[in-house]
């Protein structure tokens, strides 16, 4: 029988994952990225559903607290890295629509009056 990891185990693998994630940030790998993004969402469903430890050992504790601040750190330094890439692909996909709704606008046969209209 396969045993449920331990609350602990879950945010050392957590923690493992987003400093993974920072190195993938810094070097612009955004497909790894996701994948470890992923992985994360998945440890955290996980520790959602594990039922909490509420005879955990003080150094449990202690190191749980340590592992969700390394967690939040990598977190902020990832976005630190994402935020500006996201920015300019919002700004692309902004100036993409705007192309396109001007196209659409003056493109040929764009606003002449429909047959029988008020032209007819």
Do not use: F
């Not at 955004?30 to 150094?59: F, Q």
């Not at 046969?109 to 047959?115: K, L, M």
């Amino acid at each position: 029988m396969h045993r449920m990891p331990s609350q602990i185990e879950l945010y050392e693998e957590m923690s493992l994952l987003s400093s993974r994630m920072v190195a993938a940030a810094r070097a612009g790998d955004w497909d790894n990225l996701i994948e470890l993004e992923h992985g994360v969402t998945s440890l955290r469903n996980t520790l959602m559903a594990t039922p909490e430890d509420s005879n955990a050992p003080a150094t449990d504790v202690a190191r749980r607290r340590n592992l969700i601040q390394c967690i939040l750190e990598d977190d902020a330094e990832v976005r630190r890295h994402t935020e500006p890439w996201m920015e300019h692909v919002r700004k692309y996909l902004g100036d993409s629509q705007r192309r396109r709704d001007v196209n659409k606008a003056y493109a040929p046969g764009a606003g002449e009056p429909a047959p029988g209209g008020c032209g007819a």
